[in-house]
Structure formats: structure tokens, C-alpha cells
């Protein structure tokens, strides 16, 4: 069974950048849908970004349009990125990673395999 796990959060001011990592113990990141979920304090998952099985397609929340930018590592097919810029408070939360036999989904309950998470805090 495929494991999933995350990296990269951290504290870090508004208006500054993280990048996170997402490694899975299998090949499977070039070979499924991928997607980045963050949950913020007393509120649900939501999806973030996500790249498609097989064209590489990617798509992205409103909220991280033009500030995040979601790429996988398609030399070894084991790791995926979420670089975030311009981060605000609104940011703040749990950030998983998860995987899809079909295709992107903004639907939590539709993805397989999940990391544990990593924390990010955005500090105003």
C-alpha cells in the first residue's frame, strides 16, 4: 500500500513563501491524480491544487490561483511540490497530500491514500 508523506510547513510571516513536499513510497505520483488538501481550524478539508493522471494537467482553488504553484518530480515519480507564495493567514492549516486512481477531484472522500499532513502558520 502506497504511503504518503508530507514535509516542508513551518511558521512563517505573511507575505513569505513555503514550499512542501509530498513523497510517496511508491511510483505512484506520475501515475495518478494528485492533489494538495489544507484544513484550517474549525473548518473542513478543502482541495488546493491538483495535477491529473495523464496529461499533467493542473488546477487550483480560487484562493491559490496565481500564488501556488503545484509541480511533480517526473524523473522518479515519487515526489510532488506545492510552492506557496504570498501567504496570508487565511493560509493557515494542515496541508495534505493525497492520491486518485482517476483523475483531479475537489471531493476529499474521492482520493485513496493520505500523508499525515504538515503544519503551516501564517503569522500576521
Known amino acids: 500500500q502506497a504511503q504518503l508523506v508530507e514535509s516542508g510547513g513551518g511558521l512563517v510571516q505573511a507575505g513569505g513563501s513555503l514550499r512542501l513536499s509530498c513523497t510517496a513510497s511508491?511510483?505512484?505520483?506520475?501515475?495518478?491524480?494528485m492533489a494538495w488538501f489544507r484544513r484550517a481550524p474549525g473548518k473542513d478539508r478543502e482541495f488546493v491544487a491538483g495535477?491529473?493522471?495523464?496529461?499533467?494537467?493542473?488546477?487550483y482553488a480560487d484562493s491559490a490561483k496565481g500564488r501556488f504553484t503545484l509541480s511533480r518530480d517526473n524523473t522518479h515519480y515519487n515526489t510532488m511540490y506545492l510552492q506557496m507564495n504570498s501567504l496570508t493567514t487565511e493560509d493557515t492549516g494542515v496541508y495534505y497530500c493525497?492520491?486518485?486512481?482517476?483523475?483531479?477531484?475537489?471531493?476529499?472522500?474521492?482520493?485513496?491514500?493520505w500523508g499525515q499532513g504538515t503544519q503551516v502558520t501564517v503569522a500576521s
Open positions: 511508491a511510483r505512484i505520483v506520475g501515475n495518478y491524480a
Open positions: 495535477v491529473s493522471r495523464n496529461n499533467n494537467a493542473t488546477s
Open positions: 493525497a492520491d486518485n486512481g482517476y483523475d483531479v477531484n475537489t471531493d476529499p472522500s474521492q482520493y485513496t491514500h
